[in-house]
T-cell receptor, first 108, second 117 residues
Framework: GIQVEQSPPDLILQEGANSTLRCNFS?????LQWFHQNPWGQLINLFY???GTKQNGRLSATTVATERYSLLYISSSQTTDSGVYFC??????????FGSGTKLNVKP | DTGVSQDPRHKITKRGQNVTFRCDPI?????LYWYRQTLGQGPEFLTY????????KSRLLSDRFSAERPKGSFSTLEIQRTEQGDSAMYLC???????????????FGDGTRLSIL
């Protein structure tokens, strides 16, 4: 299967700080999504980004498929950004392979 | 636009009992996926359907597990003779995959949290 590595595993930020989360994957993919899992366990779609760059408010993501990595940028972090961020990849729109996640704690 | 719906949200049962979960996907989605997530880990793939056909099953899906999608709409996941190790969050996702249409991302339900006593 496809190996997915996320870094850092844990991140503590002061409110207002910026951060970059990284996702490396071991094989060619044509589907990549970033999710935020909130404290209630809900997986929220952030980005569907098999390649290129997208922005949504304070969040943006970039995937360089040829180099097998994706980055998620969080700017001006807020306490509501706390939770676990997952990167998931798939080949041919089949099953997802998830990373182990980055656990983010934003302190007021 | 109603999202993916899962029922129940929580299930507590005694070891050895059978449990069944239901997933209602987004209505126009032809693919339906089941994943399992244990504490501190990312979700792991269990199985997926295209319409009513079950196309792939993970080796995580032992013979105590069975999944169905009889009419290509909702799906059920049954676990027989539950064990302590079955305690997890069971997540369902759906997507639209087509040779003609633009492929869509997977959308996840809120999950069913199973606790085995």
């Amino acid at each position: 299967g496809i190996q997915v590595e996320q870094s850092p595993p844990d991140l503590i930020l002061q409110e207002g700080a910026n951060s970059t989360l990284r996702c490396n994957f071991s094989d060619s993919v044509n589907n990549l999504q970033w999710f935020h899992q909130n404290p209630w366990g809900q997986l929220i779609n952030l980005f569907y980004i098999p390649s290129g760059t997208k922005q949504n408010g304070r969040l943006s993501a970039t995937t360089v498929a040829t180099e097998r990595y994706s980055l998620l940028y969080i700017s001006s972090s807020q306490t509501t950004d706390s939770g676990v961020y997952f990167c998931a990849v798939a080949y041919n729109f089949n099953k997802f392979y998830f990373g182990s996640g980055t656990k983010l704690n934003v302190k007021p | 636009d109603t999202g993916v719906s899962q029922d129940p949200r929580h299930k507590i049962t005694k070891r050895g009992q059978n449990v069944t979960f239901r997933c209602d996907p987004i209505s126009e989605h032809n693919r339906l996926y089941w994943y399992r997530q244990t504490l501190g880990q990312g979700p792991e793939f269990l199985t997926y359907f295209q319409n009513e056909a079950q196309l792939e099953k993970s080796r995580l899906l032992s013979d105590r597990f069975s999944a169905e999608r009889p009419k290509g709409s909702f799906s059920t996941l049954e676990i027989q003779r539950t064990e302590q190790g079955d305690s997890a969050m069971y997540l369902c996702a759906s997507s639209l995959v087509s040779n003609r249409a633009t492929n869509q991302p997977q959308h996840f339900g809120d999950g069913t949290r199973l606790s085995i006593l």
